[in-house]
Every structure is written in C-alpha cells, then in structure tokens.
C-alpha cells in the first residue's frame, strides 16, 4: 500500500528457485523453489540498470574534467552514503533497519547522480559567466 492505495495491478507470481528460504512461520530450506510476487524486483532490476546507465553514459564533451568531476562524485557518492549507513545502523534498529539497507541499494547510485548532475551545472554557469 503506498499513500492509502493499493497496487494490484502489479501481481506477478511465478515459481523462482532460491538458494535460501526462511519463511515466517517455519523452517529455514536451502536450494528449492518458491512462489514469488516479482513485480519488486523487476522495478527494483529495471531502477538500478536504468541508474548505472544514466549515471555512466558518456557525455557530448567527455574532457578531463568531466572525468576528474565523475570521479570526485563517485567518491563523494561513497562517502556519504556509508556514512548514513552507519549512522543509520545506529539509530534505527528492527524491520526499520532492514528497509534502510534495503534503500541502500539504490542510495549510493542516487547521490552519485545529484552530485555528479550538480558539479556538471556548476562548471557549465562558471563556463557562461566567463
């Protein structure tokens, strides 16, 4: 449910082989197959291909310094989210936790592309204010 609606229009349910399983109630299994609703992970496969791809195309003028900038958001990028990883770890406990490491996933990607996007920006204004 997200904002009070239902999203049923999604349900994709197919048998997948997984290598671990630890239902709710019962015991852990290893190697067997389960009935999956897979729709979270295709839009969870398609989010994170289509960031890598937006992320790592090559610009029009690829230079040094698209390349220096590139670099130095990636490492940025890293930085910081690590840094709410731990701190989140910290602070947040339970299934809440889970779901922070879950959005990890996509986090690093996601502060890569806004910093990335905005040290672009601010190099092509100081460009068209010489």
């Given at each position: 449910m997200l904002l009070g609606i239902e999203l049923n229009w999604m349900e994709l349910e197919v048998s997948l082989p997984v290598v671990t399983d630890n239902p709710?109630?019962?015991?852990?299994?290893?190697?067997?197959?389960?009935?999956?609703?897979?729709?979270?992970l295709l839009l969870l496969s398609i989010a994170i291909i289509s960031g890598v791809v937006f992320a790592f195309s090559k610009e029009k003028r690829?230079?040094?310094?698209?390349?220096?900038?590139?670099?130095?958001?990636l490492i940025w990028a890293f930085y910081f989210n690590y840094a709410v990883l731990i701190i989140s770890?910290?602070?947040?406990?339970?299934f809440d936790l889970f779901l922070v490491l879950a959005l990890n996933m996509l986090s690093l990607l996601m502060f890569f592309i806004v910093r990335f996007q905005w040290q672009k920006r601010l190099l092509k204004n100081s460009l068209d204010a010489e």
């Amino acid at each position: 449910m997200l904002l009070g609606i239902e999203l049923n229009w999604m349900e994709l349910e197919v048998s997948l082989p997984v290598v671990t399983d630890n239902p709710l109630f019962g015991s852990r299994q290893f190697f067997v197959w389960v009935e999956r609703d897979i729709a979270d992970l295709l839009l969870l496969s398609i989010a994170i291909i289509s960031g890598v791809v937006f992320a790592f195309s090559k610009e029009k003028r690829e230079d040094e310094m698209i390349t220096s900038i590139r670099k130095d958001s990636l490492i940025w990028a890293f930085y910081f989210n690590y840094a709410v990883l731990i701190i989140s770890i910290f602070l947040i406990s339970g299934f809440d936790l889970f779901l922070v490491l879950a959005l990890n996933m996509l986090s690093l990607l996601m502060f890569f592309i806004v910093r990335f996007q905005w040290q672009k920006r601010l190099l092509k204004n100081s460009l068209d204010a010489e």
